[in-house]
């Protein structure tokens, strides 16, 4: 009888000795490659006759699935799933699964510094006491005005798993909160004791406005010309959900023209950004490696998680989240 089949399309990790053995244990073929720029020829190749494809970043294309000859299951190895086509696997009746309770605190505590690092003005202030150094005296004029948090209003577009770590983590430094959140029911609302405005309200009447919401066909370039032209010249936008969320070029020309007073930016619709990359260079902007997620913690969590995820597969068990397709 032939051993079920487990591919890895890609990974960061450093290496998979520990998967491999838990494969082992198991009974199972364990096959891992590193085809994130590879042609969709050799990642069908690769994956033909798998049962289980784990992916990272490789594109999963309609033209891969419909090469697949026993595949039953597909594990993203992260949050987000938009490398993956989840039509074409609903049309195929492979399941996707995907793992975003992973790196939760972890993404919840780069906003927050991100948050804290914009309004605080801290790598302005770094170039401050470069100056003050080399000149042999003190001038502040560049980083200033700068406002306390309290009273402060921080809006939170998407409370879910992150937003609502953001939320909770952020009451003790006396910020007034608007959140939107079409989504939330009225049993969460009221667990977590909140009321949702509108997302024209948050980018209105927000100091800091901070994204935490799945990229869809909705949510995409959700920031934009006309919604930053809503926000206050004192205000400051904060990523870490997913680059497309954003229209970098109209960013960059809002924080050149003084729209917005500035933003903390983790991801990017171009990954990694080209050094062309028009939020480059701009002294306003505090920009990240889409490392939000990362933590030694959340890197072994994760690893163990997918391993649950192969367990309950061959339980014959539901993975416990299902990629659905939405708008």
């Not at 939000?292 to 690893?303: F, L």
Request: proline share 6%; net charge negative.
């Amino acid at each position: 009888m032939n051993r079920l089949k487990i591919v890895v399309t890609d990974y960061i990790e450093s290496d998979l000795e520990w998967e491999a053995q838990e494969m082992a244990r198991r009974g199972l073929e364990f096959v891992a490659y590193q085809l994130k720029f590879a042609p969709a020829q050799d990642v069908i190749d690769a994956t033909r006759d798998a049962d289980v494809v784990i992916v990272n970043m490789v594109p999963i294309t309609p033209e891969i699935i419909a090469r697949w000859e026993k595949c039953r299951l597909v594990i993203r190895h992260g949050v987000g799933y938009d490398n993956v086509n989840v039509a074409a696997l609903e049309k195929a009746g492979i399941p996707l699964c995907y793992i975003p309770d992973y790196c939760s605190e972890e993404v919840a505590e780069q906003a927050i510094a991100l948050i804290l690092a914009c309004g605080r003005r801290l790598e302005t202030s770094r170039r401050v006491l470069d100056a003050s150094s080399a000149r042999g005296s003190w001038n502040f004029n560049d980083v200033v005005p700068i406002y306390r948090m309290a009273g402060q209003t921080l809006g939170i577009i998407g409370c879910g798993r992150i937003g609502s770590l953001v939320y909770r983590k952020l009451q003790s430094f006396g910020f007034k909160f608007l959140i939107c959140d079409p989504y939330l029911t009225e049993e969460r609302k009221r667990e977590l004791g909140i009321e949702v405005v509108d997302q024209e309200t948050v980018f209105r009447e927000s100091d800091f406005v901070t994204i935490h919401t799945p990229l869809t066909s909705e949510t995409r370039h959700l920031v934009n010309a006309r919604t930053l032209a809503m926000m206050a010249p004192t205000a400051y936008l904060i990523n870490t959900a997913r680059g497309p969320m954003v229209d970098a070029q109209a960013l960059a020309e809002a924080l050149k023209n003084g729209v917005i007073a500035g933003a903390g930016i983790d991801v990017y619709d171009i990954e990694p950004p080209p050094p062309d990359y028009p939020l480059f260079g701009l002294p306003n902007a505090i920009l990240t490696p889409h490392l939000a997620w990362y933590s030694e913690d959340s890197g072994r969590r994760i690893r163990d998680l997918i391993m649950t995820e192969i367990d309950r597969f061959l339980a014959s068990q539901p993975p416990r989240f299902i990629a659905k397709l939405t708008g």
